[in-house]
């Protein structure tokens, strides 16, 4: 079978769109001063000569040693400015150090209560030397992984440069994640370093997150050092104690005078980072990202993309533990020289106005958020951002999942309508580590449709064996070429990897459905495989599904994803019990919690349904598209290879 098996509400949503939803057209002045004056060009040159193309934007970063090819591609391989070398914490620092941006503000952190410290660039240079002399005498080298639980401090940044620094690669999990979730992370990287922080606060509340660190490693004999950052900055908050040997403070295995660390030369195909991301299956998968092709990506797409200057104040509401958060708080923005704003916390506490009330404190330029949050801020009541000054604010970019054509047009309005800026929709995922699909100023933003290819990219919606469909035609999301800023290979799986370029032979094949219009944009509805999207998180159902059968009252396990009016998807789950297992409240509720602490709790599911049996295929396959369709009020289609 060729053709892609679209559901009744994926149809109605392409209807709607091909339908003309009206455009925004770009404002002149941010058209004017676009990085990509006419991006037409830029695309039609880069198709034609993708090589010199990205030779030019490989003079936004500084090499140590230049390369001597820029690209070679054996599908499913690709590698890029091979035989240069650079550093990318050296990108991100010593070249601001060096030059006027010296003592400009490279962060401004904010805590939850309003609690502020601003980091200049020699700060910061500071600061992280001093913490890759201190992973050094622990013993950590170019090479190494180090897994790095810290929700959304300056010390997280701190330690993700000092890796780089010294050519260790790390691996950020999300602090909102559990104790399997880390523990799995953990293993699979082989860290023998985990840095974490003690405590991170949400909604007023101190949460901890060392136990969860200490039930992971409990078992882990490879881990020989966990290096606990200790906040207790609050009345009251006692920082944790220390439980065994390997458990040292970040702060006490520092030398104040030390700093200075000489930036490792990095091959431009040495791995930065690597950060796992949800697939079909339970087990992560480790997407790595390769040091030359990634900085030379993010930085051309902080400047191209997100029109980021070196003057401005920019803002993601995203987290480190996020590829957001790689690309575009730390590793895209400070190599340009911007100033960042980071704030710890949810964008509606303590107050609904409070992403606002930052905006015009600081004069945010530039805004990077998730749809999810859009649709949360509207549902506050329309017009909360009119009360701030928000006539330095721009560019708001949206990414993550649908930004639905309502949520749009009201950021249009409310956020950017004083500046007479722009909201621009941008598709990409944990695996392409900046935006592939999206609305340049330059030209019309089409609310409901993410934008065009970004130049270098070429895209394509194509039908199971890989043909292009016509506009307005559904099918599946592919990149015919490789991209700088593309992941090399999963860790320790290189035919995981390679499972990206085979489904279709040739070519990269990105999991999601897509359509586009006559006129070349396109639309991205969801996921075509087992993974849903919940507030802009990918999460596999076979991770749910696995920790729901870890719990010792359940058998089997299927979880769906269904519509939210904010979160875009909200996780479902389907349960038969064990024999003599009573059904209730409570043990409703004591699965919910389980899955909570075993993957966090974004993956909690919102319901949970007992059943006494689940619909499989013949071969057993749990068959999910049949349990959604019914639960939307749908066709379930051929139901003819289900045993039951
Ligand atoms: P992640 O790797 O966790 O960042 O998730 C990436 C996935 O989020 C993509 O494969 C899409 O399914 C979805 N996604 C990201 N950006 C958009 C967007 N602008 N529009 C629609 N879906 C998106």
């Known amino acids: 079978m060729t053709d892609i098996q679209l559901t009744e509400s994926q149809q109605a949503a392409i209807s709607a769109l091909m339908h003309d939803e009206g455009v925004i057209p770009p404002p002149l002045a941010l058209a004017r001063s676009a990085y990509l004056p006419n991006d037409g060009v830029e695309r039609d040159r880069a198709q034609r000569d993708p090589d010199g193309f990205w030779a030019e934007q490989a003079e936004l970063v500084d090499w140590v040693e230049p390369y001597t090819r820029v690209s070679e591609f054996n599908p499913p391989d690709h590698a890029w400015f091979l035989g240069g070398k650079l550093n990318a914490s050296a990108n991100c620092l010593d070249r601001h150090v060096h030059g006027d941006r010296r003592n400009q503000a490279a962060l401004i952190w904010i805590g939850e209560d309003g609690e502020e410290h601003t980091y200049t660039y020699a700060r910061l240079y500071r600061e992280v030397n001093r913490f890759a002399n201190a992973l050094k005498r622990l013993g950590v080298g170019k090479g190494d992984r180090v897994v790095v639980y810290m929700p959304l401090v300056a010390e997280g940044i701190i330690t993700m440069l000092a890796c780089a620094r010294i050519g260790a690669v790390h691996s950020v999990v999300y602090a909102g994640m559990g104790t399997q979730a880390l523990a799995s992370r953990i293993a699979d990287s082989g860290a023998r370093v985990v840095v974490c922080s003690d405590y991170t606060y949400r909604r007023g509340r101190r949460i901890p997150l060392k136990p969860t660190v200490d039930e992971a490693v409990r078992d882990d004999p490879q881990v020989q050092w966990v290096v606990v950052h200790r906040r207790g900055s609050r009345p009251g908050d006692e920082p944790v104690s220390f439980e065994s040997e390997r458990e040292v403070d970040f702060y006490d295995i520092q030398e104040p005078r030390e700093i200075h660390c000489p930036p490792e030369p990095m091959d431009a195909e040495d791995p930065l980072f690597i950060l796992y991301t949800s697939g079909t299956t339970g087990k992560p998968k480790g997407v790595v990202h390769a040091t030359g092709g990634y900085m030379v990506g993010v930085t051309f797409l902080a400047r191209a993309f997100y029109q980021i200057g070196d003057r401005d104040i920019y803002w993601s509401t995203s987290d480190i533990g996020w590829i957001v958060g790689h690309s575009f708080i730390v590793y895209g923005p400070l190599s340009i020289g911007a100033t960042v704003l980071v704030r710890e916390g949810v964008p509606d506490y303590p107050t609904a106005d409070v992403t606002w009330e930052l905006c015009e404190r600081f004069g945010v330029n530039v805004m990077f958020t998730a749809p999810t949050a859009v649709r949360m801020w509207m549902s506050h009541g329309p017009d909360a951002p009119s009360r701030y000054d928000l006539s330095r604010l721009r560019l708001v970019a949206c ?240 139901l003819s290879t289900l045993a039951d």
């Open 399 to 638: 990414a993550g999942e649908p930004l639905n054509p309502e949520a749009h047009r009201w950021a249009q309005e409310y956020l950017v309508g004083q500046s007479g800026g722009m909201v621009v929709d941008n598709w990409w995922q944990t695996e392409v580590a900046g935006p592939v699909l999206g609305t340049l100023p330059t030209f019309e933003a089409r609310p409901g449709k993410v934008g065009k290819p970004m130049p270098g990219v070429v895209a394509d919606v194509v039908d199971r064996e890989g043909r292009s469909l016509p506009p307005g035609q559904g099918g599946l999301l592919v990149l015919r070429r490789p991209l700088p800023y593309m992941l090399r290979t999963v860790w320790g799986d290189h035919s995981r990897y390679a499972r990206y370029w085979e489904q279709i032979p040739g070519v990269y094949a990105a999991g999601d459905i897509a359509v586009r219009d006559s006129d070349g944009y396109f639309a991205v509805l969801g996921r075509a495989d087992d993974v849903m999207n919940v507030a802009g998180h990918r999460i596999g159902t076979a991770d749910v599904e696995g920790s729901l059968v870890r719990h010792k009252a359940v058998g089997e396990a299927a979880v769906i994803g269904l519509p939210d009016p904010v979160k875009g998807e909200r996780i479902k789950a389907f349960v038969v019990l064990r024999k003599g297992v009573e059904p209730g409240p409570g043990l409703i509720a004591s699965l919910k919690d389980h899955v909570r602490q075993d993957l966090g709790p974004i993956a909690q599911p919102s319901e949970i349904e007992v059943r006494d049996s689940l619909p499989k295929t013949r071969s057993g396959k749990i068959v999910r598209r049949y349990l959604k369709a019914v639960e939307m009020g749908e066709d379930p289609g051929d």
